[in-house]
């Protein structure tokens, strides 16, 4: 119950003011990658640490996948709308961007989001 309780005010927040509720959950995610990045500094390195954090994680899947320039972040499990969806994407790409990603593009659907855009290692 707790669950669609804030999936519904999400709901009830996006249509009060969407730029607003979106801007808040890009601010989080940016807030979460600083955090990180103090243990895990690059994108290799947070992938492995998604992997090995995932089974203690609430939530259907998270990873983090990277394939040369590629990279590819899957959530499922974390909402009942696309509303929550959006949100969570919108968190998620800043996060990423934080770690260098860019050129992002996002799917989302029910309780699914994938995020994906291209990252180089600058060697820093």
């Known amino acids: 119950v707790p669950g669609t309780f804030l999936d519904q005010s999400v709901n009830i ?13 890009c601010e989080l995610g940016k807030i979460l990658a600083e955090l990180i990045r103090s243990v895990s ?5 947070l992938s492995r640490m ?20 590629k990279v590819e972040f899957v959530l499922m499990g974390s909402g009942y709308s696309v509303g929550a969806a959006k949100v969570t994407a919108s968190g998620i790409k800043c996060f990423l961007d934080v770690f260098g990603v860019k050129d992002m593009n996002e799917t989302i659907s029910e309780g699914f989001v994938k995020v994906t855009g291209s990252y180089k290692d600058d060697g820093s």
């Open 50 to 69: 998604i992997e090995e954090l995932s089974p203690f994680v609430p939530i259907s899947k998270i990873a983090l996948k990277k394939d040369g320039e």
């Open 13 to 25: 927040m996006l249509k009060s003011s969407e730029e607003e509720v979106l801007n808040k959950s």
């Open 41 to 45: 500094p690059d994108v290799e390195s």
